[in-house]
């Protein structure tokens, strides 16, 4: 949320208007106190020099005698006084306190109509002095104040640190209190639900509460706070920031208790406005895509919710990540036909664009020693933003590096992962402490959700891989995409099949089994093989036809320029991994006899990882992590290392280089683990023994069992052979001696 920065120091006031010399004197004595650093020629001959410096002893100070200043008004009575001042007097008060302020955008404000410039001017008034006169509204911020104020739906679409969010205080500061209008901020994340509601609260001064699971249930906080539903009365808050879960039933089908209340119809008619941040989750997190079921469902459903909600609720919806086939999706969701739509280009002029082939795999981690200085400076080491796609890559990169700093150095915070699977205590301090230019966390490791709405004005580099966005998170330094050798395998033409329209689309349907290169997307395979100009790959992507969408300010545009002296080495603080030189001939490897037995690693390693947690865990005063005890690299050393050279507690301390204190806190416990480990396997080898021995007894018993049912059969056939042979002989006997009887008779002739 930001607009104009320079402060303005002087302000110039006709001597012959009262009311507006009134007018600013209470808003300057009560907003903020600058220095008087110089007077400034006015072309009026007669004019007062409102002193800044002395504003704090209310007195007016003018060329004339000094004349004495009211009382110092309160932050309402002074937004009151801005709001219900009247219109000739409002825009005569702008022209003596922007008079000669580049920020004003004054071409803008001369071509609206009177009565929205005039509410354009209160905005711009109210903004300027609640912040101190360090921020004035841009063109943009303005055109999606009006849109809600005049009750349209709107859609911001501007990168990040552009001041999207700008729009909703402005609105709130010039609401009547008196009619205690909600308005509801739906957002992606916990975290950047808490950095809004502390800036709405401390910055603007608008009450503003944060609804999640971690929200207070008890029937006092709703009603103080929300809304009192059997009264009918609102509470304290004007502002209601939640996740779109809390919209709609969960998978067990029950209604959350803000899901219950905002289908209430009383609650219904004081909803002012609703603002959608990160909108492009509808489509991205909240649709079936390609074959996989939707990641949030509930941002899908954000259709059925406008359609619950009175018709004259306007929405305003903002994203830095709206390509054609989202916008698409978008528009349909939640966005009346005559929305007001806004653009500001996505460019970053300030960053230069590039693309490494890494040496094998994303699980190489000495693809990642570039970003870490050798040897480490802390007064030049850059802030590193690097972004991953699963949880367990971002730790092992991150204790990857933590590895190379200088023993002293490592587990202080210099390089942090940050995932949905830490503490929010955690996340809100490596979060704090990177975003700080003077915090100990100069390389963050982390998964999308630091990638969501966050401005990062101090970030040098940001890289991740092929399977990522590039909009997110940085205002200048180096986009370095990294990528691995099977995307030049991939031809474009694989991609033939599904919505053409969509540059996401992947080769074909996917399965909770599809290979990464089955998910690597069209749009990512085009942009690392493309030979053209990447920024215009990604003004192709986002549909930024913008005047401005190509410019860039830094010595390289990109890496694809053959007539650039481009070299990534250069810009990076390490040097890049050249990968392993190649084997001597005629050398075969040996086997190699010094470690522990693969089968007996994933078991140990997994005791390990019990006995940490069990080690965090049973001091929660205490910010440890469990890298912080034990890193990746050396957890990995000790499930690889037998155990005949684990012979004693000490024995770990020596093989890990640790201190005497960390032998104190951590050795015998640990040792106790590969004791325990070792007497488990001795055991199960004495079982697994007596079982095979038990296994093979049962099959010859069986064998022997079935060998004599197979004799008992094959006798039974026989005598049933014989039997039956025996009566075939007696039957033909039988009709052998039937045959001689049925002969007849022969006589003699002779007689």
Known sequence: ??????????????????????????VLSSYFLFELSQLVKSAIPSYFEINLDTVASTTLCARADPVPMQSVPTLHERREEIRLLLASNIEALANAIFHGDPRLPRNYLAGLNPQDRTFALRAILQLWGVTGGTQVPREVQLKATLATHNGLDSLLNAGTGTGKTLSIPLNSMLD???????????????????????????????????????????????????????????????????????????????????????????????????????????????????GNKAFRPAWGHLGELKALLPRSIPWH??????????????????????????????????????THQMIKSLDELRNYNCFLMCPYSPEHQPHILLFFDNRDLTCKVACHLDALLPPKLRRTGIVRHYHSGMSDSYLQDAHTSFADPRGTCRILCATAGEATGVDFPNVKIVSCWTGDTADRAWKHGLFLVFYEPWVHDISLDDFATGDLRDPDRPQGTLTQSSRKQDRASFASIQYVQSKSCLRDRFAQYLDDQAPDALDFHTEFCCDRHPDSPFDLQQMLPGSIFPGDPPPRPGKRKQPNTKYRPTHERSALDLRIILWLESRVNANPNCPRTTYDILTHQQRLTLVRTPAMLIPSANSIVQLLGESDEWEANYATSLYKVFEDYASDLTKAAAEAKKEEADKKAEERAVVQSKAAEARAEARKKAEEAR?????????????????????????????
């Not at 949320?1 to 209470?26: A, F, H, K, W, Y």
């Not at 039997?723 to 007689?751: F, H, I, L, N, Q």
Request: with cysteine; net charge positive; proline share 6%.
């Open 317 to 354: 919806c903002m994203s830095a990540t709206l390509p054609p086939h989202i916008l698409k999706t978008v528009e349909t969701q939640v966005l009346r036909q005559n929305y007001v739509s806004l653009r500001v280009s996505s460019n970053r002029p300030n960053t230069t664009y590039a």
């Open 176 to 290: 009547n209190p008196k009619d205690h209008w909600f308005v509801l901020i739906i957002g992606p994340l916990k975290r950047l639900q808490v950095t809004q509601g502390n800036d709405f609260n401390t910055q603007y001064q608008i009450p503003t509460v944060v609804i999640n699971e971690d929200t207070p249930r008890n029937d006092e906080w709703w009603q103080t706070w929300i809304y009192d539903i059997k009264k009918k009365t609102p509470g304290i808050a004007t502002h209601i920031i939640v996740t779109p879960e809390q919209l709609f039933r969960s998978p067990e089908g029950h209604l959350s208790r803000f899901g219950v209340l905002i289908r209430n119809k009383h609650f219904q008619k004081l909803l002012k406005r609703i603002y959608v941040d990160e909108v492009h989750g509808i489509h991205v997190d909240g649709t079936d895509l390609y």
């Open 723 to 751: 039997a039956a042979k025996k009566k075939v002989a007696e039957e033909k006997k039988m009709a052998k001696a039937a045959a001689v009887a049925a002969r007849p008779t022969k006589r003699c002739r002779a007689s």
């Open 1 to 26: 949320m930001s607009g104009g920065t320079e402060p303005t120091r002087l302000v110039t006031i006709p001597s012959n208007d009262s009311t507006i010399l009134r007018m600013c004197t209470n």
